[in-house]
């Protein structure tokens, strides 16, 4: 099988080498990948945002699947232009990719699915904005309604701020204030039925404990020693499984990644968020823990194959950390040269931002590597990150010293 996979990031990494190890998979394009890929895949530059080159790229190759990675090409609909030429494709239509490209959507499906999740209001108007604000009280959580990268959530107790923010987005979800801590869970569907993944953790915040600004996500963990042992199925039940039966009633199926972003609370699960596509970093620490053949697996998504299939997971522990570079999330500082780069047993460096140049290998991204350590319990994976992240030799570069830390203290108390 001929595999087109689309991004440049980690997560796109990650895929990679679960698609490559899968025999199945004959020969791996992607478009346009990162020096991290071009080791064992191969790389041709395409402008991603544009529908039309990522066609022209599947139809050259001949492509028998396309796996798309991130949701700027998911939401501009370039899963229907190639499901118009009878490429399987992993990755939701531009109608079904909404539940991520509008909060007021995702918001609207859930509703009518019954699916748990913070009860809100769509304002556009000042008077819609104060009233909002005022009948949930702080702290305030505003929500740009369209994709804004990252940057479209703010949660304050601060009036005037969430105000602000709802002035400068003008179309918002402002909703009740969510207490509990939350999971990554991944639904992989092909339209009909939905498997669910075990659960990973992020850290969006730049700094330890959670200080600092929001970012695309500093590290994740998998699985959650701590979490209720029915939050898999519980989930599913009440969150997957809803919403593809959902979206499929409205006619338009969800073939692909069904991201939730959930908060655990004292009155069960709810919907922080949904995305459309593996997130970034949890892929990182999924799939090396995935023991399901992933392009065989991605390939059963896209044509309506997954009714008989379930997914096997390694007994191990992952965590990753993001090394990030020098400015990141405000202003990253692109350039600086990747001096070290250790080769550790049970660890995978996955780039996410690098360029390779005449001086080598140079930081072009926020998120430059992400890398996971594998081991039989947290700590074990931790104490492996944090060895080999600790050998790279990057100038200004940081990285947050708590990833799973709290979930290995947790663990041992098992
Ligand atoms: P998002 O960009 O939707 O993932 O939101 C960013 C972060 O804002 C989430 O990871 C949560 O930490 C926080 N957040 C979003 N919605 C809520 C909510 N209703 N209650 C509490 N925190 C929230
Ligand atoms: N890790 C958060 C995301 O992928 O959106």
Redesign the pocket.
Same mark, same amino acid.
């Given at each position: 099988m001929k595999i087109l996979l689309v991004g440049s990031g980690g997560r796109e990494h990650a895929l990679a080498l679960g698609l490559h190890a899968d025999a199945a998979c004959t020969s791996l394009h992607v478009a346009p990948g990162n020096p991290g890929i071009a080791e064992f895949a191969l790389c041709h530059p395409v402008d991603i945002s544009n529908n039309a080159e990522i066609v022209a790229l599947a139809q050259e190759i001949a492509a028998d699947l396309v796996v798309i990675g991130p949701e700027v090409p998911l939401v501009n609909g370039v899963a229907d232009d190639l499901r118009r030429l009878k490429i399987p494709v992993f990755g939701p239509s531009k109608a079904a990719a909404q539940l991520e490209g509008s909060k007021t959507f995702a918001k609207e499906v859930m509703s009518d699915a019954g699916v748990p999740t913070?009860h809100s209001f769509t304002c556009i108007t000042h008077a819609e904005y104060e009233n909002a604000l005022d009948t949930f009280g702080a702290p305030y /959580?505003v #929500?740009d309604d369209g994709l804004a990268g +990252?940057k +479209? /959530?703010v /949660?304050t107790h601060n009036r005037e701020d969430a105000l602000d923010h709802a002035i400068a987005c003008k179309r918002v979800v402002i @909703? @009740?204030?969510?207490v509990g801590p @939350?999971v990554s869970l991944f639904g992989i569907s092909d339209g009909t039925s939905i498997l669910a993944m075990q659960p990973a953790q992020d850290f #969006?915040r730049a700094g330890n404990n959670d200080e600092g600004l929001?970012t695309g996500g500093m590290g994740a963990y998998s699985p959650l020693p701590w979490a209720p042992s029915d939050i898999i199925d519980d989930t599913y039940k009440q969150v997957l499984a809803p919403m593809i039966a959902e979206m499929n009633a409205r006619g338009t199926p969800f073939v692909g990644l069904l991201y939730a +972003?959930l908060?655990l609370t004292d009155h069960g699960v709810r919907v922080?968020?949904f995305n459309v596509r593996f997130g970034d970093p949890e892929t990182q620490v999924l799939i090396p823990l995935l023991k399901t053949p992933l392009a065989s697996l991605l390939f059963k998504a896209a044509t309506s194959g997954l009714a008989d299939e379930v997914l096997e997971w390694r007994d191990d522990s992952a965590v990753t950390v993001v090394l990030a570079a020098e400015g990141y999330p405000s202003a990253p500082k692109s350039g600086a040269v990747i001096s070290t780069f250790p080769s550790i047993e049970n660890v995978q460096i996955f780039h996410a931002g690098t360029t390779q140049t005449d001086q080598g290998l140079v930081a072009s991204g926020g998120r430059v590597l992400t890398v996971t350590g594998i081991g039989s319990d947290l700590t074990e994976a931790r104490d492996r990150a944090y060895r080999a992240i600790s050998q790279i030799s990057l100038p200004g570069s940081f990285y947050r010293s708590d990833i799973a830390f709290n979930a290995s203290v947790a663990e041992k108390g098992n």
């Open positions: 913070a /959580v #929500k +990252g +479209g /959530v /949660v @909703e @009740e204030f969510l @939350e #969006k929001n +972003g908060a922080i968020e």
